[in-house]
């Protein structure tokens, strides 16, 4: 009966298992057994490469017994001349060893593209994990540390467990062959010889639990570096202008040596295994030769079968001075494996809904919505009554903390209210996928996101290029005459999140990409704080030409920015206290009008 395989990770269905957890847990949480075995999925699918693999190996294992075996025929009783041709000796000797090179290649070969296939589909599960983490984790994970997991982390992984296996294929299945062949010759000298291997194996496990904790330690040690390095990369501007380069040096260099100090009692504990290996060792071998020489004395053995005997005995204490460093390597990719597997534990978005929105109209109703974020002291919002009508556009504005920006959250699908329910088009949000909730909105908010690539490709960003289309949002965002000027136009660089643009000219792609998606309803999260004021004045023209065809959702510090909405919404502590248009505010002489004049 055929085994059923183990569950296959596809990275297209996201088919991993996952854990409730709240952040990304200590590099030591799980056993390596444990680890060992969410592993096997990922290498199953080659599963046809690693018997390959066995295959090749045990064609070169097959080679070795006949070295002693060759020299067994060579001596035999003594050298005579006569007893054969000498010429075939050179020829049979290397032809064994072109053999066993033809047969290591392609084990090597099949085993690395084993696990390079490997490598790509367990970052596929990775990246696919990341994408779908709920919105708190990437409170708590930094992006280097992510970087690192994703990328390094499996590729380490790879390398380690496949030098390992490589060793155990390579140096394992010589040495079998090898102690069959001893058996065959002499079985009472290879059972002695077995005496000291409980002995061995009792200094590899206690050496193999010092690895692993000296692995976590160095690990753990190895992400704070990258952790700070990201820091110090993307806040350059912050520590340069504090002068804090002095600072931020001593810190990486504590971290450093933290590192360092990890790094080096893993390399110690790595590095006594063998010495203690072959110690122990050694004191078989020497008891073992003393008596094949005392038997050999006895039994008047032949010079042919006791040098046989030897040649055979030290081509297996070879082989198994490399098996002892084995398990160093095993250790050390699975603590990398903990560390790297608990990315796919991250809790993911919740997504119960199962209807879909097709043609949204845009209208959008919050009945007494209530959002608590945890830790916090009071709700971010409060029993929130709120309505949003299509075709319409709504301000909404208030000091720091007032809940605008939670709105948005909510509307999103990036958070969960505890109480009350929020309507699109009359359908409760919760009843509809995320995804196609999503759909519905085209966000500008004031922290600017732009990827690697050029204006074109941030612009029509998941979206099908359309060069005429491009120009068109570009006017409107009051970019086209920049854009137009550049060697490559559309096709121009922007950089690492825009680091060839200025800040005002981040912001107005943002708002390009904004208005080349075709979304009923449009947020703008202090999209032109960053603008002057003609390039304002310019982009809130261009957006007066889709009002009352869009839903235009509008949060804003300066004021100047929606007087001219359809209604505004004064927030504070989580509730609506205020609304109307400009003029109807300004009449009512309460918190909108304080904050025109405090403004002006």
């Known amino acids: ?118 490598v790509m589909r367990l970052r596929l599960a990775l990246v696919d994990a990341l994408l779908q983490a709920d919105a708190a984790v990437y409170t708590s994970l930094q992006p280097g540390v992510a970087v ?120 110690a504990a790595n590095a006594s295994a063998q010495p203690l290996s072959q110690f122990v060792a050694s004191i078989g071998l020497s008891a073992i030769v003393s008596l094949a020489l005392l038997q050999a004395r006895g039994a008047h053995t032949g010079v042919g079968e006791f040098s046989a005997f030897i040649t055979a005995l030290l081509l297996l204490t070879s082989r198994l001075r490399h098996l002892t460093e084995v398990s160093q390597p095993i250790i050390n990719g699975l603590v990398v494996a903990q560390g790297c597997l608990q990315l796919l534990d991250t809790p993911r978005e919740q997504d119960s809904g199962s209807a879909t929105f097709e043609h949204c109209q845009g209208d959008l109703q919050l009945e007494g919505v209530t959002l608590r974020y945890p830790n916090a002291d009071r709700p971010a919002l409060d029993a929130l009554q709120l309505h949003i009508p299509s075709g319409r556009t709504t301000a909404l504005v208030g000091s720091s903390g007032a809940g605008k920006s939670s709105v948005i959250q909510l509307l999103l699908g990036f958070a969960r209210p505890q109480a009350g329910r929020i309507l699109l088009d009359g359908g409760d949000i919760a009843d509809h996928t995320r995804a196609s909730l999503r759909r519905q909105f085209a ?51 922007v950089g690492a999140n825009g680091s060839l643009l200025s800040g005002g000219q981040r912001q107005r792609l943002a708002i390009a990409r904004a208005l080349y998606k075709e979304a009923p309803v449009w947020v703008f999260d202090e999209a032109t704080s960053a603008l002057d004021t003609e390039s304002e004045r310019a982009v809130q023209q261009a957006l007066e030409q889709w009002q009352g065809k869009k839903t235009l959702i509008v949060i804003a510090h300066r004021l100047s920015t929606v007087r001219h909405a359809d209604c505004i919404h004064v927030m504070s502590q989580g509730r609506v206290i205020e609304s109307g248009t400009h003029e109807t505010l300004l009449a009512l002489e309460g918190v909108y009008a304080g904050m025109v004049r405090a403004q002006h």
């Not at 409730?20 to 199953?44: C, K, M, S, V, Y």
């Not at 025929?73 to 000796?89: C, E, L, N, P, R």
């Open 443 to 493: 966000v500008v908010s004031q922290d600017i996101v732009l990827f690697d690539g050029s204006i074109a490709d941030n612009i029509a960003y998941a979206q099908q290029r359309d060069d005429a289309r491009l120009e068109q949002v570009l006017r409107a965002a009051h970019l086209w005459d920049f854009v137009h000027q550049q060697p490559l136009g559309l096709d121009s660089p």
């Open 1 to 118: 009966m055929q085994a059923s395989p183990p569950s296959d990770p596809q990275p297209q269905s996201l088919d991993v298992p996952t854990q409730d957890a709240q952040a990304l847990p200590a590099a030591t949480t799980p056993g390596l057994r444990q680890t060992a075995r969410r592993l096997l999925p990922f290498f199953w699918p080659q599963r046809w490469g690693l018997a390959l693999t066995m295959v090749a190996y045990l064609g070169a294992a097959a080679t070795e017994p006949l070295i002693p075996a060759l020299i067994q025929k060579i001596f035999g009783d003594g050298f005579h001349a006569d007893a054969f041709a000498v010429w075939w000796v050179p020829v049979v000797l290397v032809g064994l060893f072109v053999l066993r090179g033809i047969f290591s290649f392609l084990g090597q070969y099949l085993l690395n593209w084993t696990s390079s296939r490997t």
């Open 148 to 267: 690192s997991k994703v990328v390094n982390d499996p590729q380490q992984i790879m390398e380690r467990l496949s030098t390992s296996v490589i060793t155990l294929l390579r140096d394992g299945l010589p040495a079998l062959a090898m102690l069959g062949y001893l058996f065959f010759l002499n079985w009472q000298l290879t059972l002695l010889s077995m005496v000291t291997t409980p002995v061995m194996g009792f200094v590899v496990s206690k050496v193999s639990k010092r690895v692993r904790a000296m692995g976590s330690a160095a690990y753990d040690a190895q992400l704070g570096l990258v952790a700070k390095v990201e820091d110090v990369s993307r806040a350059w501007r912050v520590v340069r202008s504090f002068d804090a380069a002095e600072h931020e040096r001593r810190r990486f260099e504590q971290l450093a040596r933290e590192a360092q100090r990890a790094a080096l009692k893993t390399a």
